[in-house]
T-cell receptor
Framework: AAGVIQSPRHLIKEKRETATLKCYPIPRHDTVYWYQQGPGQDPQFLIS???????DKGSIPDRFSAQQFSDYHSELNMSSLELGDSALYFC????????????FGSGTRLTVV | DAKTTQPNSMESNEEEPVHLPCNHS???????IHWYRQLPSQGPEYVIHGLTSNVNNRMASLAIAEDRKSSTLILHRATLRDAAVYYCILRPYSGGGADGLTFGKGTHLIIQP
C-alpha cells in the first residue's frame, strides 16, 4: 500500500540558509500534519492543513511557513535556519479530519551546520 | 489539552503479553484515546484508538476503564519488533478541524529475547 512520501530524506544546510521539505500524502488523504522531533525529544506538532487551508497551528516558528497544494501535497518552508532547527521533520496524513489514525512518513533529517 | 501519564519504561519477555498503562484523569467526555508507537529511527505509527468501549485490531487491544480515567494498551504476544516508544494521546473530537496530536513522554518498551 502507498505510504506518506517525504523528500528529501536527508538535508544539510548552513546557518541562515533556507530549506524546503516536501510531503506527499496517501492517495485520497486530504489532511496533512507536520511535526518536528529534536534529538532525544518527542515529536512536536507544527501545523496542519485540510483541503488546502491551514487548520491548526502548534509551535511553529515564524521563520517557518507551509502550504498545501491542489494535489494535496504539502511543503514546509524554513528560512534563516538556526542550529537548533536540526531535527527530524515528519509529515502525517489522514482521511479528512476526524477521529482517524494518522499515517506518518519516514521523515526528513535536517542538519544545520 | 488534557494530559496523560505513562511509565518511563517497561520491560517484558518475548512471546509474553504486555500491558502498557496510561492515566488520563482529566479526560473530557469528547476526548478520544489514541495510541501510537515509534520504532527507532522511524516515524510514529498508529496503533489503536477508542472512546469508551474496549477496542481490538490486528496489532493490539485497548482496554478503557469505566470512568475513562485510565486505559491499557495490550500487546497479546510481544515480539522483538514491538520494542518501541509507546505514546498514549488524548485527542479532542475534532468537529471538522485537523487538530495536531500532542505527544507526551511515552513508555519505552524493552523486549527481552
Amino acid at each position: 500500500a502507498a505510504g506518506v512520501i517525504q523528500s528529501p530524506r536527508h538535508l544539510i544546510k548552513e546557518k541562515r540558509e533556507t530549506a524546503t521539505l516536501k510531503c506527499y500524502p496517501i492517495p485520497r488523504h486530504d489532511t496533512v500534519y507536520w511535526y518536528q522531533q529534536g534529538p532525544g525529544q518527542d515529536p512536536q506538532f507544527l501545523i496542519s492543513f485540510y483541503e488546502k487551508m491551514q487548520s491548526d497551528k502548534g509551535s511553529i516558528p515564524d521563520r517557518f511557513s507551509a502550504q498545501q497544494f491542489s494535489d494535496y501535497h504539502s511543503e514546509l518552508n524554513m528560512s534563516s535556519l538556526e542550529l537548533g532547527d536540526s531535527a527530524l521533520y515528519f509529515c502525517a496524513s489522514s482521511l479528512k479530519p476526524g477521529n482517524y489514525g494518522y499515517t506518518f512518513g519516514s521523515g526528513t533529517r535536517l542538519t544545520v551546520v | 489539552d488534557a494530559k496523560t501519564t505513562q511509565p518511563n519504561s517497561m520491560e517484558s519477555n518475548e512471546e509474553e503479553p504486555v500491558h502498557l498503562p496510561c492515566n488520563h484523569s482529566t479526560i473530557s467526555g469528547t476526548d478520544y484515546i489514541h495510541w501510537y508507537r515509534q520504532l527507532p529511527s522511524q516515524g510514529p505509527e498508529y496503533v489503536i484508538h477508542g472512546l469508551t468501549s474496549n477496542v481490538n485490531n490486528r496489532m493490539a487491544s485497548l482496554a478503557i476503564a469505566e470512568d475513562r480515567k485510565s486505559s491499557t494498551l495490550i500487546l497479546h504476544r510481544a515480539t522483538l519488533r514491538d520494542a518501541a516508544v509507546y505514546y498514549c494521546i488524548l485527542r479532542p473530537y475534532s468537529g471538522g478541524g485537523a487538530d495536531g496530536l500532542t505527544f507526551g513522554k511515552g513508555t519505552h518498551l524493552i523486549i527481552q529475547p
